[in-house]
């Protein structure tokens, strides 16, 4: 690879991330909203390498027009990288064109369940119905308050469909990363009594605790007997276990 193919690659990518992460919301699919600012900044830097690169390059050229060559090409260099190295220009151009979409169904099917960190002091229930709640915190409710405050309760919830092999139930599922999309981790809650929605489809659940085991501990079920399934639009981010929206009148 020639270093005017070289320092091209550095400019791509730059632009490539700020259009990802200046211009639009699409770094969400990759990395956490915190690591905008390093994305930005990581743009901002190889564009500003690959400039420095090309007026290097062309005084470089300049200086060599100007100089007497002997025969052997003294102050040239012909070798050239791999030709496996021009495949780095696919995710370049993969930024600049392209964005893969999300994971999904695909990967919250195939990964257990995340553990749920435990917490000694849970706040009271507000009153309002049904209860807006993230997935964690339903499954936290189900299984760690001893007050079994979230019995008859009725929960909206919101995630997107994965089928359940057993055929009479499905999961609402989120995704959440630390970093980066590496490292998703699944959050599911099983969903009794309606018909599974298409997989990847994003619906908010409203319903109430499914009974099983003994409310307030792990033997408590993570499941929702739902009494509506509705269709929403798919989150900016996806890769959190946010609040459901408020409903509208």
């Not at 092999?165 to 599911?188: E, T």
């Not at 009594?193 to 109430?208: E, I, K, L, M, S």
Request: aromatic share 6%; with cysteine; hydrophobic share 40%.
């Amino acid at each position: 690879m020639r270093r005017p193919l070289q320092t091209t690659l550095l400019v791509l990518s730059g632009i490539g991330l700020l259009r990802v992460s200046l211009f639009t919301d699409l770094y969400l699919r990759y990395v956490k909203e915190g690591m905008r600012p390093l994305l930005i900044a990581s743009g901002v830097l190889l564009i500003l390498l690959g400039v420095a690169d090309a007026v290097s390059y062309v005084r470089r050229r300049e200086d060599d027009e100007h100089a007497d060559h002997d025969d052997s090409g003294h102050g040239h260099s012909h070798s050239g990288a791999p030709r496996a190295a021009w495949l780095l220009f696919l995710p370049a151009l993969s930024l600049l064109f392209y964005a893969p979409p999300a994971l999904g169904a695909y990967t919250a099917a195939r990964q257990p369940p995340k553990a749920i960190t435990h917490e000694d002091d849970l706040d009271p229930l507000p009153a309002t119905s049904p209860l807006p709640m993230t997935l964690s915190d339903f499954i936290r409710r189900v299984q760690q308050d001893r007050t079994q405050a979230i019995d008859g309760r009725t929960v909206r919830l919101t995630g997107f469909v994965t089928s359940d092999k057993r055929g009479d139930s499905w999961y609402l599922n989120r995704l959440v990363i630390s970093c980066c999309a590496a490292d998703a981790q699944s959050v599911k809650v099983r969903i009794h009594r309606t018909p599974a929605p298409p997989a990847n489809t994003w619906v908010a659940v409203t319903g109430t605790w499914h009974p099983g085991g003994t409310l307030g501990t792990n033997s408590a079920p993570a499941a929702l007997d739902a009494r509506s399934v509705e269709k929403i639009a798919k989150p900016a981010n996806a890769y959190t276990d946010a609040l459901p929206l408020p409903l509208t009148r």
